[in-house]
């Protein structure tokens, strides 16, 4: 008599899952800090893995908060790197974790700071960051209200912004002037229609951002 040997089909045994680690924390620099050394160091807090995998960090740090202009870029073990910045620039970044398996979290949330430039009485504001509607989603009524947030480094400055909106991809019509909340709503949508708008951000001893511009449609 025969008798078999094998443990049955392999095809049973439980699949072996990897998760993703958490996503970072930025410490340093701290949000809308001011560097008064453009060798500026950064730090944030460990990520997580379920699996206790290896785990290697990138960090991007870019001219522009939706990092189409990436400066520095570079990956490793360690919760702290520095570079050697531009005077007088404004600076975004932010990190993701990824595990030896290659499993990536998201990217952390995005900071912003400024290095010091030489004998510079006032800066910029930071560009301005999208709240509503979220970019190249739909809007289901006539009336739209757009807001979003902004920040000087200066924290003494008062802040107004321009508000251009329209039907064009370069907006040119200023729907609002000198305006200190930072939300404008336009009562006038047509159905079917893509919008776009940018806000430019001022300070009152003038400092100008202009904004990137960004798009909504309606059903």
Known sequence: MLFSCGGGDSSSDEEVTNTAPTVPTLTLPANNQLCINNAVSFEWNLSTDAEKNPLTYQIQIATDNQFAQIVKTTEGSSTYQSFTLNKGVAYYWRVKATDSK??????????????????????????????????????????????????????????????????????????????????????????????????????????????????????
């Open 102 to 219: 290659n499993a990536s979290s998201n990217y952390s949330a995005t900071y912003s700071f400024y290095t010091e430039a030489d004998a510079v009485a006032n800066h910029t504001p930071f560009l301005p960051q999208i709240v509503q509607p979220e970019l190249s989603s739909f809007v289901n009524t006539t009336t739209a209200t757009l807001k979003w947030t902004a920040s000087d480094v200066d924290t003494s400055d008062v802040l107004v912004y321009d508000v251009y909106f329209g039907t064009t991809s370069t907006p040119t019509t200023k729907v609002a002037t000198n305006i200190s909340t930072t939300s404008w709503t336009s009562t006038t949508l047509q159905a079917a229609t893509s919008y776009y708008w940018k806000v430019v951000v001022k300070d009152n001893k003038g400092g100008e951002t202009i904004g990137q511009v960004w798009s909504f449609k309606t059903n």
